[in-house]
């Protein structure tokens, strides 16, 4: 799974800290979820999806 | 005993420390206070075998034991003063093991002294010298409790990851050492060392996560 989830939040000038933050989970986990190393279970990817302001598809694409 | 000492001047010193800071940041463990725990099992261990082989005497182990007891409880107490509040699984996850080695240390100790001292026999013998071994049920059931107390799904897939490879790792043993010690190749191994390699285990499936996923538990990549 590819997600641009570094793309977004460096065009919201947001820190992986400030992710962390809204989304409630560790900054290893962002960092994982980032570097593709680990797929993001569904309803994390709604909070996800909800803290972007996008729909799932739009940050999330299956390789 | 120096050793001890040591360490419990770094537990001051961490503790003064903890005093002066902002809270921990969430999935940080105090790693000392781990390293504290460990260290009394192990000192107490090293105690009771400088007593077997004659070096020290009963009541100077016992003095030695209490002091490791002692250093335990005072881990458990500056856990519970490092105010993880954003981390609470973790933070139940030490305060429980602290309780369980406190536990082990204290049956130990007894078994030690009533049924390898004083010769106690029949039932009561049998219960007392059962409980140091009980007290690994609990060390599987503070783990189990880790994953499902643990609210973020990555470090939950790690605690998992990481319970697998030392279960994989003790029970192969096990099976392998078993094989080898019934075909008269390899001396009797007591079988309370399995639980323990468990243990091992598990520290070898933290740096199997840190290798696979380049994260340090308690860090920040």
């Given at each position: 799974?590819?997600?641009?989830?570094k793309?977004?939040?460096a065009e919201?000038?947001?820190?992986q800290?400030e992710?962390e933050e809204?989304?409630?989970?560790?900054?290893?986990s962002v960092?994982?979820?980032?570097?593709g190393?680990?797929d993001?279970?569904?309803p994390?990817?709604f909070r996800i999806?909800?803290?972007?302001?996008?729909?799932?598809?739009?940050i999330f694409?299956?390789? | 005993m120096?050793?001890m000492?040591y360490?419990y001047k770094n537990?001051?010193k961490?503790?003064?420390h903890?005093?002066n800071?902002?809270?921990?940041?969430?999935?940080?463990?105090p790693?000392?206070?781990?390293?504290?725990?460990v260290s009394?099992?192990v000192?107490?261990?090293?105690?009771l075998?400088l007593n077997?082989?004659?070096?020290?005497?009963?009541?100077?182990t016992y003095?030695l034991m209490?002091i490791?007891i002692g250093?335990?409880?005072?881990?458990m107490?500056?856990a519970?003063?490092?105010?993880l509040?954003?981390?609470?699984?973790?933070h139940?996850?030490?305060?429980?093991i602290?309780?369980?080695?406190s536990?082990?240390m204290?049956?130990?100790?007894?078994?030690?002294?009533?049924?390898?001292?004083s010769g106690?026999?029949?039932?009561?013998?049998?219960?007392?010298t059962?409980?140091p071994?009980?007290?690994f049920?609990g060390i599987?059931?503070?783990?189990c409790m880790?994953?499902?107390e643990?609210q973020?799904e990555f470090?939950?897939l790690?605690y998992?990851?990481?319970?697998l490879?030392?279960?994989g790792?003790?029970?192969?043993?096990?099976a392998?050492?078993?094989f080898l010690?019934?075909y008269?190749?390899?001396?009797h191994v007591?079988?309370?060392w399995w639980?323990?390699?468990w243990c091992?285990g598990i520290?070898?499936?933290?740096?199997m996560?840190q290798l696979?996923?380049?994260i340090?538990?308690?860090?920040?990549t």
């Amino acid at each position: 799974m590819k997600n641009r989830l570094k793309v977004l939040r460096a065009e919201r000038n947001w820190s992986q800290q400030e992710l962390e933050e809204r989304l409630n989970v560790s900054r290893q986990s962002v960092n994982a979820i980032e570097t593709g190393r680990y797929d993001p279970s569904l309803p994390l990817a709604f909070r996800i999806a909800n803290v972007f302001e996008l729909r799932i598809e739009e940050i999330f694409k299956a390789e | 005993m120096e050793s001890m000492l040591y360490i419990y001047k770094n537990f001051v010193k961490y503790a003064c420390h903890m005093k002066n800071t902002e809270p921990t940041p969430p999935h940080r463990f105090p790693k000392l206070t781990l390293v504290a725990a460990v260290s009394s099992i192990v000192s107490a261990m090293g105690i009771l075998i400088l007593n077997h082989s004659d070096a020290i005497n009963d009541t100077t182990t016992y003095i030695l034991m209490s002091i490791s007891i002692g250093l335990m409880i005072l881990s458990m107490v500056v856990a519970w003063s490092s105010k993880l509040q954003k981390c609470l699984a973790a933070h139940r996850y030490l305060m429980r093991i602290a309780a369980l080695m406190s536990f082990y240390m204290v049956t130990l100790l007894a078994t030690e002294f009533w049924v390898e001292d004083s010769g106690l026999s029949g039932w009561p013998a049998f219960v007392i010298t059962a409980l140091p071994g009980l007290s690994f049920a609990g060390i599987f059931w503070v783990f189990c409790m880790l994953i499902l107390e643990e609210q973020d799904e990555f470090i939950r897939l790690l605690y998992v990851r990481q319970g697998l490879i030392g279960t994989g790792i003790a029970l192969t043993l096990a099976a392998v050492w078993g094989f080898l010690e019934n075909y008269g190749l390899v001396q009797h191994v007591a079988a309370f060392w399995w639980p323990v390699l468990w243990c091992f285990g598990i520290g070898i499936g933290a740096l199997m996560n840190q290798l696979k996923y380049g994260i340090k538990h308690g860090g920040t990549t």
